[in-house]
């Protein structure tokens, strides 16, 4: 019976379970970077021994620097991922980019906290080298790597498949969030509350390594070297516009603007906080990196929970409403992170966790109908294109939001509250966009099914 399912759906779900283990590592560096990162650059720019920076650059710094990833994302995701399309080899066309990027990552990801050992400039230039190396090798195989998927499952069954790796991709997150409180129950619980974040990169780093080995040895990759290479692309039927030249109704070009500027403070929000969270809770609220992290933790599950009835609510009461419940949740979730420090609350960590399972809940809610209402709005022939112009906004907004909220950040003495401020603002700003985008809600059922597979191709792209 389980035979003839598989032959019926062409492909094994427990050889794509496998296989996601390699968006699984991705995740695994990322949680880590996003969440340790940033705490090794504020001590390392506080304490370059002779040159002593202002106070208002720290922080902008700080996050200037955790937008190199999104730099690199824009420029090099695209070119790798072209260049896997093309690529023949016994492990078929994705893999040898993994093969070569995860252990070459591994050996970065720990060199950056050894780096950070090292006092005065000499240490913050050596890791700067470190990190750029780091993003640059992790561009050229996330594209590559989230592309397995696809090759592995036939469209009609993507929904499905896309499930799956979004499913290890939050166990691969859980699993990193939980680095430093696993990592100190063995006895390293006093150095990382010292600021030693060694041990947690070299754990980061070998569950990627096994997450790798598992991948070669279980998983059957077809011998693809046979293969004849397309000569040239197939060229688009549509005619091709620019964003400023779009042959729209003035109205609907109105909506997608709006929309577009939406997506600005969402994004913008959203990068911010995951950047300067952990700063937040432990320079603010007292707590250390270990249990800052845990509490990122809890949020993950949240997201996980909130996933699939997301999608429904989004189909059955609307995108825009849906959105905007979210948005307001998030809202008000960031109010009363704002508001904690100036109450008398004692159990601080239990309070953020319980907050930010209900932000993610909330984030899930607009991030699963984002997409979808702007690629309604261009209608079925401009899927592609609506596509880029998303994404145009939101790593846009993660470029220059967290530069900005460090800014606001020194400016205001390091009251790192002001990332609850921003992300306040923001969220209220997107609700008043949101509810004058006039467009992207009601479509016929044929184009409905046709957005469902432009929405899932472009997160496969993201």
């Not at 072209?82 to 050996?107: E, N, Q, T, W």
Request: net charge neutral; aromatic share 10%.
């Amino acid at each position: 019976m389980l035979h003839k399912s598989k032959q019926k759906r062409g492909y094994s779900t427990s050889q794509l379970v496998i296989a996601s283990l390699g968006f699984g590592a991705v995740m695994v560096f990322w949680t880590i970077y996003n969440s340790f990162v940033p705490l090794i650059l504020d001590y390392k720019l506080n304490n370059l021994g002779a040159i002593i920076l202002p106070a208002v650059l720290i922080s902008p710094l700080t996050g200037f620097i955790m937008t190199i990833d999104n730099f690199f994302g824009l420029i090099f995701q695209p070119v790798f991922g072209r260049r896997s399309d093309h690529m023949r080899s016994r492990f078929g066309k994705r893999m040898p980019y993994l093969i070569v990027g995860i252990p070459v990552c591994a050996v970065l990801f720990i060199l950056i906290p050894l780096m950070g050992r090292i006092e005065g400039l000499t240490g913050i230039l050596l890791m700067m080298l470190v990190i750029i190396a780091f993003n640059f090798v992790m561009s050229t195989w996330r594209a590559p790597c989230v592309a397995i998927m696809p090759d592995i499952v036939p469209p009609e069954y993507q929904s499905d498949g896309n499930a799956i790796v979004n499913m290890m991709a939050a166990v691969a997150t859980i699993i990193a969030s939980m680095a430093a409180t696993i990592l100190s129950a063995m006895g390293f619980g006093e150095a990382i509350d010292s600021g030693d974040y060694l041990s947690v990169f070299v754990f980061g780093a070998i569950i990627c390594v096994l997450f790798l080995i598992i991948l070669l040895t279980l998983v059957r990759w077809p011998d693809n070297r046979g293969e004849k290479i397309a000569a040239a692309q197939k060229q688009q039927k549509e005619k091709k516009e620019s964003l400023l030249h779009l042959n729209l109704p003035s109205d609907v070009k109105r909506s997608m603007f709006i929309m577009m500027l939406a997506l600005v403070c969402i994004s913008g929000a959203s990068d911010g906080f995951s950047t300067y969270f952990t700063l937040y809770a432990t320079e603010l609220m007292g707590m250390n990196a270990t249990r800052a992290t845990l509490v990122r933790t809890v949020a993950t599950l949240g997201g996980v929970l909130i996933a699939v009835p997301a999608g429904v609510m989004g189909r059955k009461l609307g995108r825009k409403k849906t959105i905007t419940i979210g948005l307001a949740v998030v809202a008000i979730c960031h109010l009363l992170m704002l508001l904690i420090p100036y109450t008398d609350i004692t159990s601080v960590d239990a309070v953020l966790a319980v907050l930010n399972f209900i932000y993610a809940a909330g984030f899930i809610l607009v991030n699963i109908n984002t997409l979808p209402i702007m690629l309604a709005i261009g209608g079925k022939e401009r899927f592609g294109a609506f596509t880029g112009y998303y994404y145009t906004a939101t790593f846009t907004a993660a470029v220059i939001c967290p530069t900005l909220i460090g800014f606001l950040i020194g400016l205001t003495g390091d009251n790192y509250n002001m990332l609850q401020v921003f992300c306040l603002v923001a969220m209220v700003l997107a609700i008043f966009l949101v509810a004058n985008v006039k467009h992207g809600e009601s479509m016929s059922e044929e184009d409905e099914a046709a957005l469902e597979k432009a929405v899932e191709a472009a997160e496969l792209e993201e």
